[in-house]
């Protein structure tokens, strides 16, 4: 079965320190993955999306960057951050599926970032 | 508009029915989905539907789609103080959608009284 995976669970970080947040699937093979932010208000703003190996799109441009580096494997990185980076950062993937095209996605634990 | 729409809040009491609504926003959404998010925790995929169905009920669960309004609702049977979460509604948008692209609502707070 598949599972994912995001480490740290939490992190309390000062403004201007670097960022690095891990994301890895397992138990599937090429997954389309994302990484999600949500903040105060609880709306999910979909910050990076990857078909495939160093294939990388961003959906709103910004403090932060996404790298792929292998397959099942996704990262969230900034070299600076501000406080606004604060939120619960969400990790997901999804294959699609058959004819029809069904795709679904599942989604990680989360990591909550306080930038202080 | 371009937004996916929740009520924020839903308060019911142990046992009764609830009913979360969503309006999504393309008419040519091929799939429907809802999600459920405890605190501290990530969102759980509790059901979705293929945009050519009218309902899916999958135990205490059933799905209503009106695709004339794009009108979305998730009931809730015999609604238990563990079905207290936040309810998310997505749709996954047709023509010309990003290969993936899930747009997301805003959350509904379910509140469950004993």
């Known amino acids: ?116 | 508009g371009e937004d996916v729409e929740q009520s924020l809040f839903l308060s019911v009491r142990e046992g009764d029915s609830s009913v979360i609504n969503c309006t999504y926003t393309d008419s040519s959404s091929t799939y429907l989905y809802w999600y459920k998010q405890e605190p501290g925790a990530g969102l759980q995929l509790l059901t979705y539907i293929f945009s050519n169905m009218d309902m899916k009920q999958d135990q205490r669960l059933t799905v209503l789609l009106n695709k004339k309004d794009k009108h979305l609702s998730l009931r809730i049977a015999d609604t238990q103080t563990g079905d207290s979460a936040i309810y998310f509604c997505a749709e996954r948008r047709g023509r010309g959608s990003t290969l993936g692209r899930l747009y997301f609502g805003r959350g509904t707070q379910l509140t469950v009284w004993p």
């Open chain 1, 1 to 116: 079965s598949q599972t994912i995976h995001q480490w740290p669970a939490t992190l309390v970080q000062p403004v201007g320190s670097p960022l690095s947040l891990e994301c890895t699937v397992e138990g599937t093979s090429n997954p389309n993955l994302y990484w999600y932010r949500q903040a105060a208000g609880r709306g999910l703003q979909l910050l990076f999306y990857s078909v495939g190996i160093g294939q990388i799109s961003s959906e709103v441009p910004q403090n932060l960057s996404a790298s792929r580096p292998q397959d099942r494997q996704f990262i969230l990185s900034s070299k600076k951050l501000l406080l606004s980076d604060s939120g619960f950062y969400l990790c997901a993937w999804s294959v699609i599926l058959g004819q029809a095209k069904q795709e679904t996605q599942y989604f990680g634990p989360g990591t909550r970032l306080l930038v202080l």
